[in-house]
């Protein structure tokens, strides 16, 4: 398959993902919000396997298995955005961290270590990436904190590679997700100016 056409797929539907969010965060009814949640989450597990085929081809192990990982956490991102709190399996968390420890392994024994500037860029989306998704499942705002810095490092390595599509993706998907952070820190800050009041 070329790589713009995976370019085009992965980076497409995950700056959906962001831009949805952004969406989510704007609405100001509860039904709103949900059905945003809920696309938000749809669109980004349909971006994942073009993003798992571009990191496995160019040998990036710990990114690879850090969005392999994310399933599971988008996938109760899902089940919460439908159901709520408290309706996603246990064992979806259990096999995120699991595949990133995988990854993380594959990636130091075939560098011999961390040897490589890539494998540093990978650290950061694995942190940004796993448990920004994580936190969003738990509807954590600062899940968004952990987004950016995984848009930053996956931007700079996907540069570093020669996927300009993906990288210039995840620079807006950034602005997307700074917005949503902003919009979700001034509402919580005028509940809490009520809650005072």
């Known amino acids: 398959m070329p790589y713009d056409i995976l370019q085009i797929w992965g980076?497409?539907?995950?700056?959906?993902?962001?831009?949805?969010f952004s969406r989510a965060e704007r609405?100001?009814?509860?039904f709103n919000r949900k059905s945003w949640r809920i696309r938000s989450w749809v669109v980004y597990l349909a971006g994942l396997p073009a993003w798992i085929i571009?990191?496995?081809?160019?040998?990036?192990?710990?990114?690879?298995?850090?969005?392999?990982?994310?399933?599971?956490?988008?996938?109760?991102?899902?089940?919460?955005?439908?159901?709520?709190?408290?309706?996603?399996?246990?064992?979806?968390?259990?096999?995120?961290?699991?595949?990133?420890?995988?990854g993380l392994g594959i990636s130091l024994y075939e560098y011999g270590g961390l040897t490589d500037t890539?494998?540093?860029?990978?650290?950061?989306?694995a942190a940004g990436f796993l448990l920004g998704t994580y936190m969003m499942a738990q509807d954590d705002q600062q899940g968004?904190?952990?987004?950016?810095?995984?848009?930053?490092?996956?931007a700079a390595l996907m540069g570093l590679q020669g996927f300009y599509i993906l990288m210039a993706q995840q620079l807006i998907s950034l602005i997307f997700v700074i917005d949503?952070?902003?919009?979700?820190?001034k509402i919580i800050g005028h509940r809490g100016i009520k809650d005072q009041a």
């Open 11 to 20: 980076g497409l539907f995950y700056l959906l993902n962001k831009f949805f």
């Open 180 to 185: 949503a952070f902003l919009i979700r820190r």
């Open 144 to 154: 968004y904190l952990w987004l950016m810095l995984g848009n930053v490092s996956c």
């Open 118 to 125: 890539t494998q540093l860029l990978e650290l950061g989306i």
């Open 27 to 30: 609405s100001s009814k509860e």
């Open 54 to 102: 571009v990191f496995v081809s160019e040998h990036n192990w710990i990114a690879a298995s850090v969005e392999s990982g994310g399933a599971p956490a988008m996938i109760s991102g899902l089940i919460i955005a439908w159901r709520g709190h408290g309706a996603e399996p246990k064992w979806l968390n259990i096999l995120a961290k699991a595949s990133v420890a995988v």
